[in-house]
C-alpha cells in the first residue's frame, strides 16, 4: 500500500526552495559580479573596465562632454570621446566637431601662453600651461637646479624645507647628467621626476604617498623609489599631464603608482575620463572589498542552499514510492 507524503517536511523543503529560488535572481548575479571585481582588484585596467559597465552610459559620456566644453576643458572632452568609442557609446557626430574644434583651439592657446615661460623660469605652477613650463625646465639640469636653490634658502631662511623636492631634484641632476651621458637612456625617469615634482607642487601628490617615498629613500630602498618615479614617467607617456596629475591625487603608496601606470598602458587617452568617472576607485576596491567578499559568501551559500532544498524536496515527493516499493516485495 503506497503511503502518503509526509505533508509537513514537504511544505517545508518546497517553502525554502521557493524562497531561495526568490531571492537567487538578484543575489546570485550580485555575487558573480563580487567575485569578478574581487579577482580583478590587483589588475587596474580589469578593475575599470568592470566598474565603468555600470558608472558610464551614453547618457552620462555625453553629458560629460558637454559639461568639458562648457568649462573649456578640451582635454577632458576629447578622454571622454575617446573612451565612449573604445566603449561603443553613441555620441551625435555634432558632438564629435565640437570636440576636435575645441581642442585645436587649446593647442593653440597653449602654444602661445606666456605662462608657459613663466613657469619654466620660475617653476611656479599657477595654471596649466605654467606647470607645463616648469616640467619642461625640470627636464634641464636649469629646474632642478633651481629648486635646489629655493630649498637652501628656506633653510638659511628658517622656514620649511620640503625633503621630497630636495630628494627629487637630487636624483634629478643626476638622471640628467645620465641621460646626456647614455644618450637618453633614462629618459622616462628623467620625465617622472618632472612630473614628480609638478605634482608637488600643484598639491596632487599627496602626504601619503610622499611620506612613502620619503620612507623609501631614507631606508636605502632607493631602487624601489625609483621605480615608482619611473612609473610617473611612464604614466604621463601614456596619458599626458593632466591624467598623470589627476590619477596622483588618489595614489596613496607606491603601489597605487605601479596600479596607475598599468591604468595608463591599458587606457591611453582615455585615463583622464576614467579617473574622472570613477575616482580613487579605477585603482584599488577600498573599503567596498569586505562587502563584495560578503555577496561572494552570501550567493555561494544561497547556491548550497538552494542544491540541498531541492534535494529535499524531491526526496519528500519520492519517499512515499520508494517505501511503497519496498513493502511490496517484503514477505507477507
Not at 31 to 46: C, I, S, T, V
Not at 73 to 97: N, T
Not at 211 to 237: F, K, P, W
Request: charged share 25%.
Amino acid at each position: 500500500m503506497m503511503r502518503r507524503p509526509n505533508l509537513a517536511r514537504l511544505f517545508a523543503a518546497a517553502s525554502l526552495l521557493l524562497a531561495l529560488a526568490g531571492s537567487a535572481h538578484w543575489l546570485l548575479p550580485l555575487g558573480r559580479e563580487a567575485f569578478a571585481l574581487l579577482m580583478a582588484r590587483d589588475d587596474a585596467a580589469r578593475l575599470a573596465d568592470l566598474r565603468l559597465d555600470k558608472a558610464l552610459t551614453a547618457e552620462r559620456a555625453n553629458r560629460e562632454i558637454d559639461e568639458a566644453l562648457a568649462n573649456d576643458d578640451a582635454e577632458l572632452a576629447a578622454s571622454f570621446l575617446e573612451l565612449a568609442d573604445a566603449r561603443a557609446l553613441p555620441i551625435p557626430a555634432e558632438r564629435r566637431a565640437r570636440v576636435l574644434a575645441a581642442s585645436t583651439h587649446a593647442a593653440t592657446t597653449l602654444r602661445e601662453a606666456g605662462a608657459f615661460g613663466r613657469g619654466f623660469v620660475t617653476g611656479e605652477a599657477e595654471d596649466l600651461p605654467s606647470l607645463a613650463g616648469a616640467t619642461a625646465g625640470d627636464l634641464t639640469v636649469w629646474g632642478d637646479i633651481r629648486d635646489l636653490g629655493r630649498q637652501a634658502g628656506n633653510y638659511l631662511r628658517g622656514d620649511a624645507v620640503d625633503p621630497l623636492m630636495t630628494g627629487l631634484a637630487g636624483v634629478g641632476i643626476a638622471a640628467t647628467a645620465a641621460t646626456y651621458a647614455a644618450f637618453g637612456a633614462p629618459v622616462t625617469l628623467r620625465a617622472g621626476l618632472s612630473l614628480a615634482k609638478g605634482a608637488r607642487r600643484t598639491g596632487a601628490l599627496g602626504l601619503r604617498l610622499g611620506d612613502d617615498l620619503i620612507g623609501l629613500l631614507r631606508s636605502g630602498r632607493r631602487a624601489r623609489a625609483i621605480d615608482a618615479v619611473a612609473d610617473i614617467g611612464r604614466v604621463g607617456e601614456k596619458a599626458g599631464m593632466r591624467a598623470t596629475l589627476a590619477g596622483l591625487r588618489h595614489a596613496d603608496d607606491v603601489t597605487d603608482v605601479a596600479r596607475l601606470r598599468r591604468l595608463s598602458e591599458a587606457k591611453g587617452g582615455q585615463t583622464l575620463a576614467v579617473l574622472k568617472t570613477l575616482g580613487r576607485g579605477a585603482l584599488v576596491l577600498g573599503e567596498i572589498a569586505a562587502k563584495l567578499a560578503f555577496w561572494v559568501v552570501a550567493a555561494a551559500l544561497n547556491l548550497l542552499g538552494l542544491v540541498a532544498s531541492l534535494n529535499s524536496t524531491v526526496v519528500a515527493l519520492l519517499r512515499p514510492l520508494w517505501r511503497g516499493g519496498r513493502a511490496g516485495l517484503l514477505p507477507a
